[in-house]
């Protein structure tokens, strides 16, 4: 099976920078993805890492660690419209590229 | 943004009966899948399908159907609605892919569903 975990709430000053980890156990992994969600709307894709290291993309960084089954996601330069959920989601396939969630983060940036 | 289109939108009804959310995308995609949404669990991937006539079951496959006659179009039903149900529901698609890059899934805007 699948497991991840990642905090439930952060909360974080307008133009700062935050960390979102996530670790995961996993019976299949091709890669980590994260993905964005604010209230009422679709989560919409950010990033994916498939190997180690750092990817970035604007304020937006992911992070990941296969060997320590771990990652994250890096905003800097926070907004007030950063303020949403963010899930984790491991890919746990090639075949129809399924991926398994996180329950996700919600971020609060405030003033 | 990704051509996917979910009816209804919202939907109120009652426990035992039939219930179909209807999924529409014009991008060709391969993959579509039916994930549910609930406070304290993320998105559960219910069931997915990788071409016309081939499905398979995800996490929480246990009271949904599916059906996909077309490309184009992916079919989640509830046989007999139950309360726990009541969620909200999202569709999302996805290109194949033969390399190492993801291909995102892109979401349709999700279908409320209340169950009373």
């Known amino acids: 099976g699948q497991s991840l975990e990642q905090p439930s709430e952060v909360t974080a000053v307008e133009g700062a920078i935050v960390q979102i980890n996530c670790t995961y156990q996993?019976?299949?992994?091709?890669?980590l993805s994260w993905y964005q969600q604010h209230d009422g709307g679709a989560p919409t894709f950010l990033s994916y890492?498939?190997?180690?290291g750092l990817e970035e993309t604007g304020r937006f960084s992911s992070f990941l660690s296969r060997s320590d089954s771990y990652g994250y996601l890096l905003l800097q330069e926070l907004q007030m419209k950063d303020s949403a959920s963010y899930f984790c989601a491991v890919r746990v396939s090639t075949g129809a590229n399924n991926l398994f969630f996180g329950t996700g983060t919600r971020l609060t940036v405030i003033p | 943004d990704a051509g996917i289109t979910q009816s209804p939108r919202h939907k109120v009804t009652e426990t035992g009966t039939p219930v179909t959310l209807r999924c529409h995308q014009t991008e060709n995609h391969r993959y579509m899948y039916w994930y549910r949404q609930d406070p304290g669990h993320g998105l559960r991937l219910i069931h997915y399908?990788?071409?016309?006539?081939?499905?398979d079951k995800g996490e929480v496959s246990d009271g949904y159907s599916v059906s996909r006659s077309k490309t184009e179009d992916f079919l989640l039903t509830l046989e007999s609605a139950t309360s726990s149900q009541t969620s909200v529901y999202f569709c999302?698609?996805?290109?194949?892919?033969?390399?190492?890059?993801?291909?995102?899934?892109?979401f349709g805007d999700g279908t409320r569903l209340s169950i009373l």
């Open positions: 996993t019976s299949g992994f091709y890669g």
């Open positions: 999302a698609i996805s290109p194949s892919t033969v390399s190492i890059r993801e291909q995102p899934q892109h």
């Open positions: 890492n498939a190997l180690d």
């Open positions: 399908s990788y071409g016309v006539k081939d499905t």
